[in-house]
């Protein structure tokens, strides 16, 4: 009888096999008609998974907010405190769009409309001043003169028609700008914040179920310790980007620069993503100041803005990020680099926070195999 319940198993692990064999083969054998389903089924939850996200943005917020509604002196603010605070958090955020929509995305859209209009202007200036500089010059070098040439005969303009700027941008929001879809979003979003405590238990119920105790204490501490990190890094990130771009904005609009609305939000957006954004988006500001403003303004541009971005690496960023991602430079660009070749900008912006926490998975995992064999060699 046991032999024969063996040799049943074994039949039944190799007609799994060739099931999923066959399974997989017809799936690659129809991969188009397999990847219309796949997209089909993210098209249809992709409200939801945006509800999630954004819950998981406010979730912190929601908390702080109903710890305070929690100290009232009023029964029934302090019984009602969660929906006080959900209700208070939305407000804020819509207050928040508002002031973006109303008032900051107006004057960097007139920037960026005006920077396309004078494109040309700017690039056929920019081809005049190298031709009179003297022969002597080291940009008169074979190979910048190869790449001046190379550059001449571009047709700037068919990159940056604004009607087709617009169209890319038009098309992009209202992928992800559906009435209904942002509907849903926010009904899943209020419904997941109001019910947190809930999901939470179940899902921990779940995961003590199927695991042992042991791999579930794990699960639960690094669960919690990885939501730390990228929930603290997000939001820190956000609201410095949010100083700096102001900063910025103020100093290059003093210094007269052109467009500085557009590069001050330019260096705040780069600047969410450490070491190379800032890098990058000041990289970017310095030629278009050049163009713009000629080499003194540049100059100037870029020694302010470099004094305001130590400001806010030496002080500011520390005070809002804490210490909780001190990680070694070094491993912070091989991680931006890593995340930004697969997965581009988002990749770029979460490889910081990943690799904190790939980091602490990996110490705890060492520090663990070192202290096993100490214990060994102790018994020993």
């Known amino acids: 009888m046991k032999g024969f319940k063996e040799q049943g198993r074994k039949w039944l692990y190799w007609f799994m096999l060739g099931v999923a064999i066959i399974v997989v083969y017809k799936a690659l054998d129809n991969f188009p008609d397999v990847m219309h389903v796949v997209t089909k089924f993210f098209d249809i939850v992709a409200p939801f998974l945006a509800g999630i996200f954004i819950s998981y943005l406010l979730y912190m917020p929601c908390r702080k907010m109903e710890a305070f509604y929690k100290r009232s002196k009023l029964r029934f603010v302090r019984r009602k405190a969660r929906t006080f605070s959900i209700l208070t958090v939305y407000v804020i955020v819509m207050l928040l769009l508002i002031i973006l929509i109303r008032f900051i995305l107006p004057v960097v859209f007139e920037s ?130 949010i100083i700096v771009g102001i900063m910025v904005t103020i100093a290059m609009t003093i210094m007269g620069v052109k467009y500085a609305p557009l590069l001050g939000f330019l260096i705040g957006l780069f600047n969410m993503i450490p070491y190379i954004g800032a890098i990058i988006a000041v990289v970017l500001s310095a030629i278009i100041t050049l163009i713009t403003g000629g080499l003194s303004q540049t100059i100037w541009m870029l020694l302010v803005v470099i004094v305001l971005q130590q400001i806010d690496a030496n002080i500011i960023n520390p005070k809002i990020i804490g ?39 990996i110490e705890d995992y060492i520090n663990y195999k070192i202290s096993s064999k100490k214990k060994e060699n102790d018994q020993l």
Not at 181 to 192: E, G, N, P, Q
Not at 324 to 349: D, E, Q
């Open 323 to 361: 210490q909780s991602l001190k990680i070694s430079p070094l491993l912070v660009i091989f991680s931006i680099t890593v995340g930004g070749a697969y997965f581009g900008i988002v990749g770029m912006f979460l490889a910081v926070p990943a690799i904190a926490v790939i980091r602490i998975l």
């Open 112 to 241: 960026v409309v005006d920077l396309i209009n004078n494109i040309q202007t700017y690039y056929e200036i920019t081809i005049n001043k190298y031709h009179d500089l003297p022969n002597d010059n080291i940009l008169k070098s074979d190979m910048v003169n190869d790449v001046m040439r190379t550059i001449q005969n571009i047709d700037i303009k068919q990159y940056f028609k604004l009607d087709k700027i617009m169209a890319y941008v038009v098309s992009a929001i209202s992928a992800v700008t559906g009435l209904f879809d942002v509907f849903v979003a926010v009904i899943v979003s209020i419904y997941i914040l109001a019910e947190r405590a809930q999901i939470l238990a179940f899902l921990k119920k779940v995961t003590e179920a199927i695991f042992k105790e042991r791999t579930y204490k794990n699960i639960d501490k690094y669960f919690n310790h990885s939501n730390e990190i990228f929930f603290k890094f997000i939001a820190s990130q956000f609201l410095d980007a």
